[in-house]
């Protein structure tokens, strides 16, 4: 049956897929045991795996690991979100509007390449020390970049399918609405992921500074006393925190766009 | 039998500048009349104009000067009387067979259940039962190209603008398409202007055939081609069609031979 023979070569196709990255992985772990075990690299530049692992243990322990991650996560997330939401109407407007597009975008441009480190003095002094400070960060970190992907894949749409469209009978509001959002959406999906990446790595920036909490305080905390074991505890564990993100993402994707075609299909 | 003129395109010309200020004059002093239920067909090499042209008639471009009238109205901006199928179908991919066929009639406003009628009746009359819950991704060429001639139908434009609708398919799907299309335009009555490089395709399809000049383009002949019943590929041997395909290959052919010796 040909339907089934297609089924077993796309099982083994993710099979193989998966065990090759787990075997990647596995690598990486080997080499990591090799060079602290094996006493090549010192404790203090590279930590055992055992005492990373130790060292989480013991933030759950205290009780501050759960807090922690939950401080990182709702920062990320609040900060993030904030950006999505500006980000997809400006960036359809300026997809959609010469004359905006040619207002806004040198400004978005000009800010993008402001580094986000630097303007952490300056969000402590128009915002103070709270938590709207940390979500700033966040915000500034992601923005700008996701409003001009939105803008790209809102004009990348395929022009003959708003033709098509229009030789229907579809007002502007309807080709807008049916059309123009409805093809940007897998475009859209994959910026939302991306930057949701970004914006953790925005987080000890936006820790730097006036926080008692979180991930990105641990790390910073810690290299106070050169204790690497809990500054790469709190790294991985925020890896797999934007990990756990980014598949969370994929999976909400396939079930919004199933429709999409990629080219490894 | 005096039929109603459906088409006319009074004096339309087409001048395209570009950046550079270069001026290319596309489409020359172009005029031509579809009547009611006729199924016209304009043939001409590549870059002749001919895609411009129907895109001026279907609102997509607006000509340099000239005017289009659909029953005698003066037309500028697309519109759900002048349906049109392309090349490349332009399908909806996120919408299946059935909704992609329902979308002209989704934004009229129809009920779910009026649409179910009208879709169901073209879903059927292109051949595509069964398919209606099928994504675009899931279709071949031709069944694509199905769907985009049901989609336009259903909307039941007065006058159906087709861009070399099977082009992009294989020479088989073709065949098979272009006798569906025989058999629908029957069926429907629609009025139809066919835009084609195939020569063999416009005397298949077409009772009126348009020959189009090189750029700037110009109509240099027109064919009546009368022929009483069914046409399939088995009347392209037919005398009368081979003098027909002659003349224009001929035409076409001092066309391109004009053009390499520069004139």
Known sequence: MKGKKAE????????????????????IILAWCGLTYGGILDK??????????????????????????????????????????????????????????AIIQPVIEFVRYLPVVALVPLTL??????????????????????????????????????NAARTLGASPYQRYKLVLFPASLPGLMDSFRVTMGWA????????????????????????????????????????LIGLFTDLIFRAITKIVVPWHERLGD | MKRKTKLEVKGVNKIFTSHTGQEVHALKDINLVVKEKEFAVIVGPSG???????????????ATSGTIEVDANKVFEPGADRGMV??????????????????????????????????????????????????????????????????????????????????????????????LLVSISQKTQTTVLFITHDIDEALLLGNKIYVMSRRPGCITEVIDVEFEGTRGHNVLVLPEFMEMKKKIMDMLWQDSTDAANGK
């Open chain 1, 8 to 27: 077993n070569i796309k099982i083994v196709k993710k099979l193989s897929y998966t065990s090759l990255s787990i075997i990647s992985f596995f690598v």
């Open chain 1, 44 to 101: 203090i530049f590279l930590p055992t795996p055992s005492s990373v692992i130790m060292a989480t243990v013991n933030m759950v322990n205290d009780g501050t690991l759960a807090s922690n991650i939950w401080s990182s996560t709702y920062r990320v997330l609040v900060g993030w979100a904030l950006s999505a939401i500006l980000a997809l109407p400006i960036g359809m407007l300026m997809a959609c509007s010469k004359t905006f597009n």
């Open chain 1, 125 to 162: 002094l128009y915002l103070g020390i709270g938590e709207g400070q940390k979500y700033t960060i966040i915000f500034l970190g992601t923005f700008f970049q996701l409003v001009l992907m939105v803008a790209d894949t809102v004009s990348s749409v395929d022009k003959n399918l708003l």
């Open chain 1, 200 to 239: 953790w790595t925005y987080l000890v920036v936006a820790e730097m500074v006036a926080a008692n909490s979180g991930l990105g305080y641990v790390i910073l905390k810690s290299q106070r006393f050169l204790a690497t074991d809990k500054i790469f505890s709190g790294l991985i564990l925020i890896g």
């Open chain 2, 48 to 62: 002749c104009g001919k895609s411009t042209l129907l895109n001026i008639v279907g609102g997509l471009e607006k």
């Open chain 2, 86 to 179: 392309f090349q490349g179908y332009s399908l909806f991919p996120w919408l299946t067979v059935k909704e992609n066929v329902e979308f002209g009639l989704k934004i009229k406003g129809f009920s779910a259940a009026g649409r179910e009628k009208i879709s169901t009746k073209y879903i059927d009359i292109v051949g595509l039962n069964g398919f209606e819950k099928s994504l675009p991704k899931t279709l071949s060429g031709g069944m694509k190209q199905r769907v985009a001639i049901a989609r336009t139908l259903a909307n039941e434009p007065s006058l159906l603008l087709m861009d070399e609708p099977f082009g992009a398919l294989d020479a088989q799907t073709r065949v098979v398409m272009q006798e």
